[in-house]
């Protein structure tokens, strides 16, 4: 619990990292990604891919999406993707609650393929969700293609969802992988918040959350525009400022901050990230 919550009128902090679904602020770009996948899944697409730079989201919507799926869904998350695919296959096997103790690749590919056809069987359907997906090797990749031709006449049995940086574009766009990218059906790119409009909307929606509608105009017109300027439009860097903000102010006695509050909280965090590599919207997001 941040010790500035009854301060503000707060029932949570309201700038958390953790990629809790109901804080998403829903953009258009966000709202297509999301049809994107859904649309996707349901139509059992076999391979989905999401992009997005550092700290702009992907997690949470992807979070989101599993959440707002019904139950004749069953799905899987892999959080590692710098793992061999054994490795990978072995904790979606887990994911999914499947048995994986003393099992070679072969026997955890036969329980993978039975799970499947029994989900057929029953009108359901799997998906499994690769963060990080830049990192995962040419070698992991086509593998999991050959995984993805677990299929009938006229479905995937599995839809797989790969999730990364930009980074992940250019991977799939390699002419070693060119058999899978040919089976994806779009890449969509996960975009920053647009203008400072909306950087201020971003706050207000997760302010009104945390307060349970109680709180509202914590941070003035210049204060949003800073935290604008130095976010790039950023969610996670967003977070961040405010955050930090916040507890300046909470000290000061300031239940509305300025923009003088905004520069001293950027300061602050610049100061504990200078013997590390120049901060930037991006940079200081972390992965």
């Known amino acids: 619990m941040a010790i500035y919550e009854a301060f503000y009128g707060f029932r949570e902090a309201p700038f958390s990292l953790t990629p809790d679904p109901r804080f998403l602020f829903m953009t258009p770009d966000q709202r297509e990604a999301m049809a994107y996948l859904t649309y996707g899944i349901q139509e059992r697409k076999g391979f989905l891919v999401l992009t997005g730079e550092v700290g702009v989201g992907k997690t949470l919507i992807v ?5 707002q799926l019904d139950e004749s869904v069953e799905t899987a998350i892999v959080m590692n993707a710098m793992l061999t695919f054994k490795q990978l ?3 979606a096997l887990l994911d999914f609650g499947l048995p994986l103790q003393g099992q070679g690749k072969v026997d955890m590919l036969l329980t993978f393929q039975q799970f499947l056809l029994r989900l057929r069987d029953a009108g359901r359907n799997a998906v499994l969700v690769i963060d990080e ?16 031709n677990l299929e009938t006449a006229n479905q995937k049995l599995i839809q797989i969802v790969l999730v990364g940086q930009p980074e992940l574009k250019s991977l799939l766009s390699s002419h070693r992988l060119r058999q899978l990218r040919q089976r994806i059906p779009g890449i969509w790119e996960l975009k920053p918040l647009a203008d400072c409009r909306g950087v201020g909307e971003y706050i207000e929606h997760r302010v009104r959350i945390a307060s349970e509608g109680r709180t509202g105009g914590v941070f003035d017109e210049e204060a949003v ?3 604008s300027r130095y976010s790039a439009g950023i969610p996670r860097v ?5 955050d930090r903000a916040l507890l300046i102010g ?14 001293n909280a950027i300061d602050e965090l610049e100061r504990g990230f200078r013997s590390r590599e120049p ?3 991006a940079s200081m997001t972390g992965a």
Do not use: C, H, W
């Open 133 to 148: 997906a830049q990192n995962l090797s040419p070698t992991s990749l086509e593998e999991f293609r050959l995984l993805s």
């Open 250 to 263: 909470y000290v000061q006695d300031r239940k509305r901050l300025g923009v003088e509050i905004v520069r």
């Open 89 to 91: 296959l072995g904790m």
């Open 238 to 242: 967003i977070n961040v400022v405010s």
């Open 279 to 281: 901060v930037t919207g």
């Open 225 to 227: 525009k800073e935290i």
């Open 63 to 67: 979070r989101t999406l599993l959440n």
